[in-house]
């Protein structure tokens, strides 16, 4: 929560009246407080190697619910693979990393020294680093990242929202429909909403370019599917479409289909969303078009529309969730359900244990 007297000092108070007056919620940028972060265990973990040698770092964030920038002493990321399948590599200052998702980054050993690579958590709390180099010499620190400014965000997340309750008043209230869809260029052009409304950089999905075509086959049907990402902090709810699994657990598919998900993020906070088990890749829509990456998991910002496609070419059950484990665990979360087949009895059976409601003096 914000302070008033931070409010005003910061000469937002105007934000927090307005807030008030269209019932918006502050904005959130991690559910949890924690003691420290860690690497392999440890708040500062270590690499050693011959100088010159190139290193891959796949960095996996293993975490329960936070998000972090990451960045490097010896210079920018280079940045080879994403969810571990190769991109055509490139080069950032930093890059945020939310749960579930890796990145795989060449880094050579300095000639002297040890060199930085730091991951700075995204709600600014702390940052574990991994050292890289000869262990007794001269420590380079990365640079550090930038506290974040709640009270400038509260503000561009407050404008957004209000916008977008004033936008969506005339809007359909579709849930699942299956249609045919428009020439996947008009898509791209039309749909990719790109820029959250924070004012620090995001997921870089707009610059990873996969190596090959990732667009799916042209002559299967398309489905589409609206998720709005909603919940809040208040009732420490989290849902999809407003609903909980135990409300409305499937989402249903058919083998041959192409899948599109539209996921608009109503909330005040990022979500990391993960299709399980990585039976399927999807494909990210963004501005790299047919190059558009494959990632198993991708961050929704908050007000922001993210398109994900992939082929149904399974069977059966996957689960599709937030991986922010407290966000899942309250409600957003779904079975991708192949249609023409009995849902599993276990699947059921685990959806029901999850939403047990116990009487509580
Ligand atoms: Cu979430």
Known sequence: M??????????????LVKRNFYNVLDADLSDVGYDAFITNGKTHWQVDGSPGDRLRLRVVNTSTSSYFYLNYAGGPLEVIAADGLDITPTK???LLISTAESYDFLVTV???GQYEFRATSFDGT?????????LNSTQYPAPDIPQPDIYQLSVDMTNAMIA?????KNMPKGHKKTNTMPAMSNMMKNEFTGGPAETRPGAPYGKLRSPDKTTLAKNRPWREVKLDL??????????FNGKTLAEDALIAIKKGENVRFVMTNKTMMRHPLHLHLHGHFFRVVTEQGEYSTLKHTVDVAPMQTTIIEFAANEEKDWFFHCHNLYHMLSGMERI???????????????RY?????????
């Open 230 to 239: 909603t919940g809040d902090m208040d009732r420490y709810l989290w849902t």
């Open 2 to 15: 914000q302070s008033i007297a931070g409010a005003i000092k910061s000469k937002s108070f105007g934000n």
């Open 164 to 168: 977008m309750k004033k936008g969506s």
């Open 92 to 94: 950032l200052d930093k």
């Open 336 to 350: 991708v359900h192949y249609e023409d087949t009995e849902v599993a009895p276990e699947v059921m059976a685990q």
């Open 353 to 361: 244990k999850a939403y047990e409601d116990p009487w509580y003096t």
């Open 126 to 134: 702390g940052f574990t680093s991994t050292w890289i180099g000869d």
């Open 110 to 112: 300095p000639q002297s």
